[in-house]
């Protein structure tokens, strides 16, 4: 219909007669095949994950990174498959349109596979769980809702410690026994059957499970630095004819601890990228003042390069890092031996999370700038981040959607875009940080 339309606009005479013709085929051919009712669905499921009217139209290289994922989550949903497969589908959405989600998988009557930290979700939607258990490398498969499975494991792993210790206790006894017979000729052949006996008893038991490791993360003791170490000053940026803030001042003194707050696509992550000096304002400038150096935590992870490996990272970081040191940080990231070889390319998610705040732990920035650090990440490795920006006496602009991430930074000021209104932190803003 679009290339009819485009000749219908220059044909003329004859040929606009026939172009006329065309359109008229071709538009109800479309009809009939439910064309119109397909792009109402379409558009009604992306208004309900917050996508904005006005940016049907816009190019996907415009739209912001959290837009991006509502507009791919949207595009999965209307697909319709036979089963979906959904990698923390709740990423980069405000509280209705999570609300909407649950609904939505709820009702969905084809297969689901999700992963997915939002334990509200998954209470409400799967109806099976698959544990992989890293410390026995099993799966273990639980027909039944995501309450009864936390039950259920949790009398599994009471049933493997108790069979552990009647089992070990068996094996102590035969042992002891089977010493005592060994000495004797004649009890010889007893001995050997004790001893495979307690052999067998605990080669046939389960592992016990080990607590799972989690990264310890502390954030860099930041380098020396003067009063304000980083300015801006009217800052603005567009994208064609879509005007993202205009006018916007910045001044970040010594350890303050400033959060960016707007709707999608106010420019949250594009301001963070204009102060870390990867993308240039239309107007405006950015100042770095005495001993500036920034950390920027990247939510797209663009600070990582992907064709290196994870290790090769790590000492581009910065030229003050060796080898031993960089393996030392990795690890405690939960990155050990021949893993430090891989290539981030073939990293998940919360892997790439996880080195790309290694990276910041060697940087000795006395400005962190972070968006959405929290995301990707289990909550046990949330609660490390969490602690760590208590802990931070550097300067932090944190952009998240994380309540529990901006009450660990302890805000002083608010930055409102795209208007860029800056506030004295009030609670009342708390109100608008799950707000997208």
């Keep these: 219909m679009r290339a009819v339309e485009e000749e219908m606009s220059t044909a003329q005479g004859s040929e606009l007669e026939k172009a006329m013709e065309r359109y008229t085929r071709v538009e109800h051919e479309f009809s009939a095949a439910g064309g119109y009712a397909a792009a109402a669905e379409a558009e009604a499921i992306a208004s309900s994950l917050g996508v904005p009217n006005n940016l049907f139209d816009q190019q996907l290289s415009a739209l912001s990174g959290g837009q991006r994922r509502r507009i791919e989550l949207a595009r999965i949903l209307f697909s319709g498959a036979q089963t979906l497969i959904l990698d923390e589908p709740t990423n980069h959405l405000d509280a209705d349109s999570i609300v909407w989600l649950r609904e939505f998988l709820l009702k969905y009557p084809g297969g689901l596979v999700i992963i997915s930290h939002d334990v509200n979700l998954i209470e409400t939607v799967v109806n099976r769980v698959f544990y992989l258990d890293a410390n026995r490398n099993v799966i273990d498969v639980y027909n039944m809702t995501w309450k009864n499975y936390l039950q259920q494991r949790e009398a599994d792993e009471h049933r493997r410690k108790k069979e552990r210790a009647i089992a070990e206790k068996k094996a102590e006894i035969l042992q002891k026994q089977a010493e005592k017979f060994r000495a004797k000729k004649d009890k010889a052949a007893s001995a050997r059957a004790m001893f495979r006996r307690a052999d067998q008893l605990l080669s046939g038991l389960e592992a016990v499970r080990k607590n799972d490791r989690v990264a310890k993360l502390r954030f860099?003791?930041?380098?020396?630095?003067?009063?304000?170490?980083?300015?801006?000053?009217?800052?603005?940026?567009?994208?064609?004819?879509?005007?993202?803030?205009?006018?916007?001042?910045?001044?970040?003194?010594?350890?303050?601890?400033?959060?960016?707050?707007?709707?999608?696509?106010?420019?949250?992550?594009?301001?963070?990228?204009?102060?870390?000096?990867?993308?240039?304002?239309?107007?405006?400038?950015?100042?770095?003042?005495?001993?500036?150096?920034?950390?920027?935590?990247?939510?797209?992870?663009?600070?990582?390069?992907?064709?290196r490996t994870i290790l090769e990272n790590m000492l581009s970081a910065t030229k003050e890092i060796r080898e031993p040191e960089a393996r030392n940080v990795l690890g405690s990231f939960l990155f050990t031996g021949d893993d430090v070889h891989k290539p981030v390319k073939v990293l998940s998610g919360g892997e790439r999370t996880r080195l790309a705040l290694a990276l910041l732990v060697v940087s000795a920035a006395n400005v962190l700038l972070l968006d959405e650090p929290t995301n990707n990440l289990d909550p046990a490795s949330r609660e490390e981040i969490l602690g760590a920006l208590t802990e931070y006496q550097g300067a932090v602009i944190l952009v998240s959607h994380d309540a529990g991430a901006v009450e660990a930074l302890k805000?002083?000021?608010?930055?409102?875009?795209?208007?860029?209104?800056?506030?004295l932190w009030k609670e009342e803003y708390f109100d608008l940080v799950t707000i997208d």
Aim: net charge negative; glycine share 12%.
């Design 220 to 307: 860099p003791t930041p380098s020396p630095c003067g009063k304000t170490p980083i300015t801006a000053s009217e800052l603005s940026k567009s994208y064609g004819s879509l005007e993202i803030f205009t006018d916007v001042e910045l001044a970040i003194d010594k350890g303050s601890r400033v959060v960016i707050l707007g709707l999608n696509g106010a420019g949250k992550t594009t301001l963070l990228r204009i102060l870390a000096g990867d993308l240039e304002p239309d107007t405006g400038k950015v100042e770095a003042g005495h001993g500036l150096k920034i950390g920027y935590y990247a939510q797209e992870h663009e600070t990582l390069d992907y064709e």
């Design 411 to 423: 805000p002083e000021r608010v930055l409102l875009l795209p208007d860029g209104d800056e506030d």
